[in-house]
């Protein structure tokens, strides 16, 4: 048996041809989404990953706009620019690249964020929201996961779910929303004694730790569908996940490709919260 894949840029695709429609409504209110984009630093891969959010802005009708900053910039220059981007009525979502140099204060600095523009829902009150049950920006990766099992067509409620990684951003939200939809959720992380005890009995597994091949093809459920939210680039230059994909395909119903996969959902995520920052804003008026 070999799985089959569950690809992020064809359900992208789709999504977003269902985002510009939503767009194109907003238009006709005299109302263009905006996002921005706060980057500090030369780190190549967040310039990527910069440039790939504002392309899709581009192809979906969203306004954008990057506040680049170098990488010895004042915390209080930041603070001072985010604040701005905060009571700018032409934005409705903003986020901050990470990650941050470690002489800034990233907790305090993502907490500035407007709530009502904290698109990418690594706020406080975004991730308590979410706890509670009544979410309002959820973050994008989860949220992308979700997207992909919901476009196959995979059942959530009463299954059994793995998630390997505990971290804010992916872990503990995916974690959340898997169990609001009914499953048994156990999350693995670096002190889970014996993790393939625990893989081995997931129907959905998702592995989110930044470790490549972590998750062999003995660690998974014939059947299983495996979710492989890790971006890893090996020394020769090639990206991998977390899920040594070879053998896993074999073995899995589903897997996600790396890349390809659910870094494409993140950034449609992206923008379909900042699309509905966008038409909140409209039903406030």
């Given at each position: 048996?070999?799985?089959?894949?569950?690809?992020?840029?064809?359900?992208?695709?789709?999504?977003?041809?269902?985002?510009?429609?939503?767009?194109?409504?907003?238009?006709?209110?005299?109302?263009?989404?905006?996002?921005a984009a706060v980057l500090l630093g030369d780190d190549p891969a967040s310039k990527i990953y910069v440039r790939n959010k504002v392309k899709a802005c581009t192809e979906t009708g969203l306004y954008s706009e990057v506040h680049a900053f170098g990488?010895?910039?004042?915390?209080?220059?930041l603070l001072a620019t985010i604040d701005k981007i905060?009571?700018?009525?032409?934005i409705h979502g903003m986020l901050v690249q990470l990650p941050l140099p470690p002489r800034l204060d990233s907790e305090r600095i993502m907490q500035t964020i407007a709530v009502d523009k904290d698109v990418d829902g690594f706020g406080w009150h975004n991730l308590g929201a979410l706890l509670a049950g009544h979410p309002l920006?959820?973050?994008?990766t989860p949220l992308g996961v979700m997207a992909m099992l919901d476009h196959a067509g995979?059942?959530?409620?009463?299954?059994n779910a793995v998630v390997v990684g505990r971290s804010v951003s992916v872990g503990k939200p995916l974690a959340l929303l898997l169990m609001a939809r009914g499953a048994t959720v156990t999350v693995c992380h670096s002190k889970t004694q014996d993790l393939a005890r625990h893989t081995a009995h997931a129907d959905i597994l998702v592995a989110a730790v930044g470790r490549?091949?972590?998750?062999?093809?003995?660690?998974?459920?014939?059947g299983a569908v495996v979710v492989d939210v890790g971006i890893n680039r090996l020394p020769d230059g090639k990206l991998v996940?977390?899920?040594?994909?070879?053998?896993?395909?074999?073995?899995?119903?589903?897997?996600?490709?790396?890349p390809?996969?659910?870094?494409?959902?993140?950034?449609?995520?992206?923008?379909?919260?900042?699309?509905t920052a966008a038409e909140r804003q409209v039903a406030r008026r």
């Amino acid at each position: 048996m070999a799985a089959e894949l569950l690809d992020g840029a064809t359900i992208a695709r789709q999504i977003y041809s269902q985002l510009r429609l939503r767009v194109s409504a907003l238009e006709k209110l005299g109302v263009q989404p905006g996002l921005a984009a706060v980057l500090l630093g030369d780190d190549p891969a967040s310039k990527i990953y910069v440039r790939n959010k504002v392309k899709a802005c581009t192809e979906t009708g969203l306004y954008s706009e990057v506040h680049a900053f170098g990488g010895d910039c004042a915390e209080t220059a930041l603070l001072a620019t985010i604040d701005k981007i905060n009571r700018n009525p032409r934005i409705h979502g903003m986020l901050v690249q990470l990650p941050l140099p470690p002489r800034l204060d990233s907790e305090r600095i993502m907490q500035t964020i407007a709530v009502d523009k904290d698109v990418d829902g690594f706020g406080w009150h975004n991730l308590g929201a979410l706890l509670a049950g009544h979410p309002l920006f959820v973050p994008c990766t989860p949220l992308g996961v979700m997207a992909m099992l919901d476009h196959a067509g995979i059942a959530v409620e009463g299954r059994n779910a793995v998630v390997v990684g505990r971290s804010v951003s992916v872990g503990k939200p995916l974690a959340l929303l898997l169990m609001a939809r009914g499953a048994t959720v156990t999350v693995c992380h670096s002190k889970t004694q014996d993790l393939a005890r625990h893989t081995a009995h997931a129907d959905i597994l998702v592995a989110a730790v930044g470790r490549p091949a972590l998750i062999t093809a003995d660690m998974v459920r014939p059947g299983a569908v495996v979710v492989d939210v890790g971006i890893n680039r090996l020394p020769d230059g090639k990206l991998v996940g977390d899920v040594d994909f070879a053998g896993v395909y074999e073995k899995a119903s589903y897997l996600t490709p790396v890349p390809g996969g659910v870094g494409r959902m993140t950034v449609a995520m992206l923008i379909a919260n900042t699309i509905t920052a966008a038409e909140r804003q409209v039903a406030r008026r």
